[in-house]
């Protein structure tokens, strides 16, 4: 390993430590870099915009002209907007993303290796009353402490200045610290800028401790169980008001209720920092209606209205309110980003609550949150997360732990939708470690147990906008003559009678939808060419499709589609071992390639095929399809 990438490696390593602690970084926050030296001039290598720093790898930093990235700060026509071009145009070698919004501070610290946090520690000291220099007491001599600056232009002139006038004073500094920003810490080497900002973060612990601060850290921000009844409307409303589907995440407030809305209302003056405010957005807005918290929003957002346009990050709630039912939600782009804003909000709480108790919570001016909210660097950063065509959808797949509902799942999951998938079998649970992914073990027979992860779905998604069916048994072949009467009534209480109690469970869901609502039904090819010795399969299969198009026909005033498939030989599921597919290939003196492949067109039919079909249904060009019944067999002579 060379000298380059073993420093990048150390480096990459430090970021880690830091950015796995939510306490000093959460979600793409914070940033690190090193300059290194050589003949041919110094190369400043810059965390990536919007990365992760619990994940980063020393493969991921931006390197950078160093010289010429400080030289930005003389360009008298510059401007924050040119900013980012500007840097751009200084990458001196392969990139994997944009370096960090803040990049200019890093280039113009004089000092080698430097690590950057928004601790909540630091943050509950910094956004109180308490003075600069009574801050400087608690965090130490060899920290120096500025005023919020805006990030870009602004807080790389402030903190050039501070270095500078530190230098001038004859103060040999270790770190500034931005008040209602974060640290910067910095050394000649990686692991000494570490300890640098291990000793500012353990120093700040101390102080909270000495001053007997209690706070909430909400650990209580875990999801609900449950959730207010009009949840599903009120994500309907978001989601319009917002242009697209949004998921909303109820938060479980069983304990410390009391202190929680009390920093809730602190937090009503702005986001600990406004680098904060994509996620939470300016405050939490509150409401006893679905239609009250959107109407909340639109108010204050006319009381602050300015020249600008409104950032799409602030077009809609993220965050909503109600004491009253103790009910409080987080809102994203998807179910990954909804438990983001959670933990982000977590955070907030714990900051807003320490304040309290230290004299007061004096976040930055909502000013300037709004307009971090607009900088285009900022809005390049928040594309790093573009839309996918399933991005804010709900989705539910049933049987979903092997075959075509984990097929299902997979496609859903790729196209962006947020996904719960029940299954009988444990191995739900490990179906995709996927950030948007929830498995739960069901019994679909059980009504009871329906009702509650229904429940459950409402208050991690705020809805359901579709369904795949696809939970089912295939009993072993009976003939008539032989028929086992408790299999027939198991097979119709899988196959039929949980289709029926489910769809009576999921049709106001889907009725709330903001999207294309559907259900996608997993039938056989068994409905219009039954076999011997599939009784109960055939005849549970049959049924299950008559109540589909019962559905459709009941549901097409809500503008619910529902449509079924009907699949044959698909091998790539539990039922098919390899031994049982080579007894029946023999059985029928064909290869196992050759009777895989034994239908019309002569092609595999796969569970992934199937799912991509299902997922295809979801898709514009069937927008005006309910009732349909397509198959995906290959081309079946019985069936055409």
Not at 366 to 388: E, N, V
Not at 621 to 639: F, H, K, L, S, W
Request: aromatic share 6%; charged share 20%; glycine share 8%.
């Amino acid at each position: 390993m060379g000298e380059t990438a073993s420093v990048l490696e150390a480096l990459a390593a430090a970021s880690r430590e830091i950015g796995v602690d939510p306490a000093l970084v959460l979600h793409g926050g914070g940033n690190s870099s090193i300059k290194l030296s050589s003949s041919a001039g110094t190369t400043l290598w810059m965390k990536p915009s919007g990365y992760d720093m619990g994940e980063i790898t020393s493969d991921d930093f931006v390197p950078l002209d160093a010289e010429a990235a400080a030289a930005l700060i003389d360009y008298e026509d510059l401007t924050n907007d040119d900013l980012l071009p500007r840097l751009r145009n200084l990458i001196t070698g392969p990139a994997t993303a944009d370096p960090s919004v803040e990049t200019l501070v890093h280039a113009l610290i004089p000092v080698e290796a430097i690590l950057h946090s928004h601790a909540d520690v630091l943050l509950a000291l910094s956004d109180t009353p308490l003075t600069n220099e009574e801050l400087a007491e608690i965090v130490g001599d060899r920290v120096a402490v500025m005023d919020y600056a805006s990030s870009g232009l602004d807080l790389a002139q402030a903190v050039l200045d501070t270095w500078n006038s530190s230098a001038a004073g004859g103060k040999a500094i270790d770190a500034i610290l931005v008040r209602k920003h974060g640290l910067f810490a910095f050394a000649s080497n990686v692991q000494a800028a570490l300890e640098a900002h291990q000793d500012v973060i353990y120093r700040a612990e101390e102080a909270l401790k000495a001053r007997g601060v209690e706070s909430v850290k909400a650990t209580a921000l875990a999801s609900a169980e449950h959730t207010a009844e009009y949840v599903p409307t009120l994500r309907s409303l978001l989601s319009a008001q917002a242009g697209r589907p949004v998921i909303v995440r109820s938060v479980a407030v069983d304990s410390g209720k009391a202190t929680l809305f009390e920093a809730l209302n602190e937090l009503e003056r702005g986001p600990a920092t406004p680098d904060h405010v994509n996620w939470l957005g300016l405050r939490p807005f509150g409401g006893s209606t679905a239609e009250g918290h959107l109407q909340s929003h639109e108010s204050f957002i006319e009381s602050t209205e300015t020249e600008s346009d409104l950032p799409d990050v602030l077009s809609f709630p993220r965050v909503v309110r109600d004491e009253a039912a103790g009910f409080l939600a987080t809102v994203g782009d998807d179910a990954a980003g909804a438990k983001q804003t959670a933990e982000i909000l977590a955070s907030n709480i714990f900051i807003a609550d320490a304040s309290q108790q230290l004299g007061g919570y004096e976040p930055a001016a909502l000013g300037q949150s709004r307009w971090l909210a607009g900088w285009s660097a900022q809005q390049a950063k928040l594309g790093l997360r573009d839309a996918k065509p399933m991005t804010g959808q709900s989705v539910l797949v049933t049987g979903a732990a092997s075959g075509i509902g984990k097929a299902c799942v997979d496609v859903f999951l790729e196209a962006g939708a947020s996904v719960v998938g029940w299954d009988l079998s444990e191995t739900i649970l490990e179906v995709s470690d996927a950030p948007n992914y929830t498995g739960v073990v069901v019994n679909v027979t059980h009504e009871s147990a329906m009702e509650t992860e229904i429940q459950r779905i409402i208050a991690l998604h705020g809805g359901l906008d579709v369904v795949v069916v696809a939970a089912g048994i295939f009993p072993e072949a009976q003939l008539i003559g032989d028929l086992n009467i408790e299999t027939w009534r198991r097979v119709l209480d899988v196959n039929v009678t949980s289709v029926a109690r489910l769809f009576s469970l999921i049709q106001p869901l889907l009725a709330a939808s903001p999207c294309d609502p559907q259900t996608i039904v997993i039938g056989s090819k068994n409905v219009a060419a039954p076999g011997p010795g599939a009784a109960a399969y055939s005849a549970s299969k049959s049924a299950l499709t008559q109540l589909s198009r019962v559905a459709a026909m009941e549901w097409a005033p809500l503008g619910i589609r529902v449509n079924v498939v009907h699949p044959n030989a698909v091998f790539d599921t539990a039922l098919w071992t390899p031994e049982l597919l080579e007894a029946r290939a023999a059985h029928y003196g064909m290869t196992v390639a050759a009777y895989k492949t034994n239908n019309l067109l002569g092609r595999e039919v796969t569970s992934r095929g199937v799912a991509e079909l299902v997922m295809s249904l979801c898709g514009p060009g069937y927008q005006a399809t309910t009732g349909a019944q397509i198959p995906i067999d290959g081309g079946n002579e019985r069936t055409l």
